[in-house]
């Protein structure tokens, strides 16, 4: 079946340290996004990718980097630059059309201690 | 940029009717999506609307009115089940952006 997977579903790191988390797709979509949410917060996009080898930033991208290698994979990194990285991080794909919306992955909540 | 407003929170009695509205302000408009979302767990898709009018799935229906900048969906029947959050979200050219949700409690 087709989807997209975020591994792991939680995880627990020190201040101060690089952390990334892994988002794989095999919906053959062109186009993927990192969110961040916090309790009582909206969807707050991070980065996104339309296509291979190519990103942008989006709303709140500061201590935060990705890769676009391949159409499957969009990795993203918290870095110990980002102040407050503990929240639920959600990665979405989806195609060119218009009209279709995200498919999105289960979420990975980070924890930093 | 886009600004994208929704109630904070509803309640509502199971089998009744419950609507949650959606204003918006947006520098480009390709859409209006709703998703559902349970506590810790990923937004799932219910509607789109990209033109003007009322869009019906089942125990759902979305409106949309783009002079207005307004949506609302409407939720029928309510079940326990339907407790849940609801986000609106508007697309640009590029990315779906998202309002802070509506958290709808099913009471029995």
């Known amino acids: 079946d087709g989807g997209i997977t975020q591994s792991p579903k939680y995880l627990f790191r020190k201040e101060g340290q690089n952390v990334t988390l892994s988002c794989e797709q095999n919906?053959?979509?062109?186009?993927m996004y990192w969110y961040r949410q916090d309790p009582g917060q909206g969807l707050r996009l991070i980065y996104y990718?339309?296509?291979?080898?190519?990103?942008q930033k989006g709303d709140i991208a500061e201590g935060y980097s990705v890769s676009r290698e391949k159409k499957e994979s969009f990795p993203l990194t918290v870095t110990s630059a980002q102040k407050n990285p503990t929240a639920f991080y959600l990665c979405?794909?989806?195609?060119?059309?218009?009209?279709?919306?995200?498919?999105f992955g289960s979420g990975t909540r980070l924890t930093v201690v | 940029g886009q600004n994208i407003d929704q109630p904070t929170e509803m309640t509502a009695t199971e089998g009744a009717i419950v609507q949650i509205n959606c204003t918006y302000q947006?520098?480009?408009?390709?859409?209006l999506f709703w998703y559902q979302q349970h506590a810790g767990e990923a937004p799932t898709f219910l509607s789109y609307?990209?033109?003007?009018g009322l869009e019906e799935k089942g125990r759902f229906s979305s409106f949309l009115s783009r002079s207005k900048g307004y949506s609302y969906l409407l939720l029928k029947e309510l079940q326990m089940k339907d407790s849940a959050s609801y986000l609106c979200?508007?697309?640009?050219?590029?990315?779906?952006?998202f309002g802070a949700g509506t958290t709808v409690t099913v009471r029995a």
């Open positions: 979405a794909s989806g195609p060119k059309k218009q009209n279709y919306g995200y498919t």
């Open positions: 919906l053959n979509h062109d186009a």
């Open positions: 990718s339309q296509i291979v080898n190519d990103f």
């Open positions: 947006t520098s480009g408009f390709n859409g």
């Open positions: 609307n990209v033109l003007d």
């Open positions: 979200a508007v697309k640009d050219d590029y990315k779906l952006s």
